[in-house]
Structure formats: structure tokens, C-alpha cells
């Protein structure tokens, strides 16, 4: 599966990649992220996953929090949007 990278957390922590059927909100384990990279790999499974930065020809560890997202909740989970 293949994304765009659309959020990403002020520490660029927590990014938000949109797809073909939603968003995929994750958090980066080991790796970089910059707005506009293409994004390749399981980001329609929760849990641990490795993904391909195609942008960069770099892999990275990333943990799916959310898949199927909708735009307003992705961007609520990647800015942290009603956090207490």
C-alpha cells in the first residue's frame, strides 16, 4: 500500500499518511519523515511495522495507531487535538 505523508506532530513523532482508503496515523519508532514523502508497506495493519520512505530509499520502524482514518480524526490523532 502506498501513502502521502499529509501530518506530522510538532516533534515529528506522530504522522499522518493518507491513502486510498483513509488515513494511516503511526508513530515513528526509527526513521524520518518530511511532508509530501511517499510512504510504501503494511499501513493498513495496526501494531509494529517496518515501511519504505520511498522518498528517501530509507526503511523506518513505525507503530499504527489508526488506519482508515477520517481527515478530521487523523488530524486530531497526529496534532494531539483533545489530549488532556
Do not use: W
Not at 513523532?13 to 508513530?27: C, N, P, W
Not at 519523515?33 to 510504501?40: D, H, L, P, R, V
Amino acid at each position: 500500500m502506498k501513502g502521502i505523508v499529509k501530518c506530522m506532530s510538532a516533534n515529528k513523532i506522530r504522522v499522518a499518511v493518507l491513502t486510498e482508503y483513509g488515513y494511516t496515523v503511526f508513530d515513528v519508532e526509527g526513521g524520518e519523515f518530511e511532508y509530501g514523502n511517499i510512504i510504501t508497506g503494511s499501513l493498513d495493519e495496526h501494531g509494529f511495522q517496518v515501511v519504505t520512505n520511498e522518498s528517501t530509499g530509507r526503511k523506518a520502524s513505525v507503530y499504527i495507531e489508526a488506519v482508515q482514518a477520517s481527515p478530521k480524526s487523523a488530524q486530531a490523532l497526529c496534532l494531539g487535538i483533545g489530549r488532556r
